[in-house]
């Protein structure tokens, strides 16, 4: 038993890897692959323009631009996170009745042609608008997109334990997890220097690699001895299913709690899709080198997800009960969070945006004391995968409601001025 927990929890590491690979070098590329089909369309608009198409990243920069690029972005994010918050609790619920492995296929599928997508649209500016990146909804639909494919590989790295050993497993696997995303910024940096087409190409190459991953790997739903009724696949819209959620979140006071909490952080979590571009105008960096920066959050959060583990085991053994320790250690990671925004935002300078941006990097160690917690309030052989997709559904549509809206105040930011580009930063820091 022992051999096949080491053998499976290594088959979800590797997905992980690859997984983690498409999404953080995704993540700046697709900004620049934004900002440059808006930025080249625009200069071609302009009627006798003197200058050479396609232009420079620097001319990139000015209002009329980024207040447009803001408003792409802003309903970008709705669109591909719109699929995870309609059909993710139904996905969710097949997972817990068919297994894993087919949603994660399905997913995986539905993440490449994605990328696929984006790509065209960006590459072909000449041609399409870049507003229909907004399509994206369509292959989204096909497995819910990235929300999903975290939420079953948490679900896989719970079913392998029990819940003494949940939240021990689940640091194990972010702390995984925050090791690649440290260093793929710097390589995404690297790519983006050199073209815009080389980072999306190893995306779908990642991706693609985790198919036969998916199709080797053991089953970790551990009662589906039946096989996988396929034709449930083609029936996500199950009204059935939303019921059940409401019952699952009524069933305790905790669960709704941890998802009221789990809503009001990813609205802070918000204001790293804003990050590269801020510092990109504000102190007139590439978007290449603003990558760099996303290094730090997971940089502060490794050296916390290492050392927690330790003081979890610490305080159980002076008979503190493990939720107890999950529960302090989420009010911390929401205070860093608040007071992480709260100096990026008022003081000024280079140097007090990278303490504000460690500061708030300690926020970001809220998902698996969450997870964790969560699982106590609920009958983790039965419904583990429905409650993780609901908790992503409240992540995703905390990410719905907030990431036009902090895409509009920055537009708008931009186009009144350096005295305003912290306003974005602000509203966060206000509204919760």
Known sequence: MALFRLSSFSWIALLVLLYEIEEQIQFP?????????????????????????????????????????????????????????VLG??????????????????????????????????????????????????????GGGPFMAITLHATMAADL??????????????????????ALPQLA?????????????????ALLATLPIIKALPETLSRTAEPVDWKRIGKPLDLAVFHRYK?????????????????????????????????????????????KLLSIIPGVSLVIYLVLPHLTDALHARHFSIAWVNLRVLCLSCLALLVG????????????????????????????????VLAFYIDTGKDTAQLYTFMSVTEALAHVVGSPV???????????????????????????
């Open 29 to 85: 590329s697709t900004i620049r692959l934004l900002e440059n089909s808006v930025c080249q369309r625009h200069y071609a608009s302009i009627p006798g323009f003197s200058g050479v198409i396609p232009v420079d990243e620097s001319l990139c920069k000015i209002g009329t631009i980024q207040h447009h690029l803001a408003s792409v972005r802003g309903w970008y994010s709705v669109s591909s996170t719109l699929p995870m918050l």
């Open 89 to 142: 609790p139904s996905y969710g619920r097949l997972a817990d009745g068919v297994g894993r492995r087919p949603i994660l296929g399905i997913v995986t599928i539905g993440m490449i042609l994605g990328l696929a997508w984006i790509y065209t649209v960006c590459a072909c500016w000449a041609s399409f608008p870049t507003e229909w990146v907004w399509l994206i909804v369509l292959p989204r639909l096909i």
């Open 161 to 182: 334990c029990n819940d003494d050993t949940r939240s021990q497993t689940l640091y194990r696997l972010f702390c995984f997890k925050l090791a690649v995303e440290l």
């Open 189 to 205: 940096s690297i790519l983006l220097q050199h073209s815009l087409w080389l980072p999306y190409m190893l995306c779908g190459l």
């Open 247 to 291: 019952d699952l979140v009524a069933s305790s006071k905790g669960v709704w709690l941890g998802l009221i909490v789990t809503f009001i952080v990813q609205m802070r979590y918000n204001v790293v899709q804003i990050l590269p571009p801020y510092v990109s105008v504000r102190f007139g960096w590439s978007i290449s080198e603003t990558a």
């Open 341 to 372: 925004v709260a100096i990026i935002s008022i003081l000024p300078g280079i140097v007090w945006l990278m303490v504000g941006i460690i500061i708030f990097s300690a926020g970001f160690n809220v998902r698996a004391p969450m997870l964790a």
């Open 406 to 432: 902090l895409e509009a105040i920055w537009g708008a930011a931009v186009e009144l001025g350096p005295p305003w580009l912290i306003l974005q930063y602000l509203v966060v820091d206000v509204s919760s």
